[in-house]
T-cell receptor, first 111, second 113 residues
Framework: SQQGEEDPQALSIQEGENATMNCSYKTSINNLQWYRQNSGRGLVHLILIRSNEREKHSGRLRVTLDTSKKSSSLLITASRAADTASYFCATDITGYSTLTFGKGTMLLVSP | DAMVIQNPRYQVTQFGKPVTLSCSQT?????MYWYQQKSSQAPKLLFHYYDKDFNNEADTPDNFQSRRPNTSFCFLDIRSPGLGDAAMYLC????????????FGPGTRLLVL
């Protein structure tokens, strides 16, 4: 069964608002990564958080990790229309970079 | 610019006719991955190469094979495509295994008629 599950499946917001996406997983992980995918294109790495880290920031992105709850969240602040994409969490169980992806959250940011 | 290149971007094949998808990289990364992504689904790892060592996922069908003749190139061969193999195929690389981000190509969308 799938390791990562994102929530919500779809999210629609206005420019300037914050977007929060959640990811839950089932087994212990080495690290968790977030990727973005624009429609019909490849994935772009956003951020990696290790199992011993609780929070990381990168520009307008903030990722948290709660290993006791086996969950992670991705916050995009001050969203822009260009942030419209699908966002996937991916878990690395072994530390060998064999990733298991969740189904993703489709984010629509309207001008 | 260093990158991961996939050709072609769109591939149409007939049911049962072998097809090969190609991936090349200028990043000089040691690891290359192939993922299958069906519509509105998660990318699913098929297999990966660490240098010349081939690592197949347990649930990857035998119909899917891969070749890596050198560091830069990796091929995905589908021996007898079925309608269920229609999907986006994504190639990715990483420098080394372990806590490394992956760099993805734009994907090849395969249509099986």
């Amino acid at each position: 069964s799938q390791q990562g599950e994102e929530d919500p499946q779809a999210l629609s917001i206005q420019e300037g608002e914050n977007a929060t996406m959640n990811c839950s997983y089932k087994t212990s992980i080495n690290n968790l990564q977030w990727y973005r995918q624009n429609s019909g294109r490849g994935l772009v790495h956003l951020i990696l958080i290790r199992s011993n880290e609780r929070e990381k920031h990168s520009g307008r992105l903030r990722v948290t990790l709660d290993t006791s709850k086996k969950s992670s969240s991705l916050l995009i602040t001050a969203s822009r229309a260009a942030d419209t994409a699908s966002y996937f969490c991916a878990t690395d169980i072994t530390g060998y970079s064999t990733l298991t992806f969740g189904k993703g959250t489709m984010l629509l940011v309207s001008p | 610019d260093a990158m991961v290149i996939q050709n072609p971007r769109y591939q149409v094949t007939q049911f049962g006719k072998p097809v090969t998808l190609s991936c090349s990289q200028t990043l000089n990364h040691n690891v290359m991955y192939w993922y299958q992504q069906k519509s509105s689904q998660a990318p699913k790892l098929l297999f990966h190469y660490y240098d010349k060592d081939f690592n197949n996922e347990a649930d990857t069908p035998d119909n899917f094979q891969s070749r890596r003749p050198n560091t830069s190139f990796c091929f995905l061969d589908i021996r007898s495509p079925g309608l269920g193999d229609a999907a986006m195929y994504l190639c990715a690389t990483s420098r080394v295994p372990g806590e490394e981000t992956q760099y993805f190509g734009p994907g090849t969308r395969l249509l099986v008629l």
